[in-house]
C-alpha cells in the first residue's frame, strides 16, 4: 500500500500563487509516476500534470504555462508550483500515485480562488 500525504492548498486572489506538496509513504518501490488531478463541483475529476520516474511531464492544456510539477528525489517528495491562478482552477486537488496496474490517491487538499 501507498499513502499519499497532501499539503499546501487554500484561498488565494486570481493571479496568485500556491504550491502544492505530496509526499508518499510506505510501499513506494515500483511506483512509474506521480500526479496531480484535480475536481471541480459538479465535473469529473481531470489530469492536471504528471511527473514519471525519468523525469518526463505532461500538462492539461489548461494549466500549461502556469503550472510546473517537479519532484525532490532526496525528500520523495511532488510538488505542484501553480501560478497566474484564475478562479477556474478552483478545484480539490488530487494526488496520485501510479504502479503499472494500480492508482493510489491522497485525500485532497481545496484550491480556492476568488476573483
Known amino acids: 500500500q501507498v499513502q499519499l500525504v497532501e499539503s499546501g492548498g487554500g484561498l488565494v486572489q486570481a493571479g496568485g500563487s500556491l504550491r502544492l506538496s505530496c509526499a508518499p509513504s510506505?510501499?513506494?518501490?515500483?511506483?512509474?509516476?506521480m500526479g496531480w488531478y484535480r475536481q471541480a463541483p459538479g465535473k469529473q475529476r481531470e489530469l492536471v500534470a504528471t511527473?514519471?520516474?525519468?523525469?518526463?511531464?505532461n500538462y492539461a492544456d489548461s494549466v500549461k504555462g502556469r503550472f510546473a510539477i517537479s519532484r525532490d528525489n532526496a525528500k520523495n517528495t511532488v510538488y505542484l508550483q501553480m501560478n497566474s491562478l484564475k478562479p477556474e482552477d478552483t478545484a480539490v486537488y488530487y494526488c496520485?500515485?501510479?504502479?503499472?496496474?494500480?492508482?493510489?490517491w491522497g485525500q485532497g487538499t481545496l484550491v480556492t480562488v476568488s476573483s
Open positions: 496520485n500515485a501510479k504502479r503499472v496496474v494500480l492508482n493510489y
Open positions: 511527473i514519471a520516474n525519468s523525469g518526463r511531464t
Open positions: 510506505g510501499s513506494i518501490a515500483g511506483l512509474i509516476a
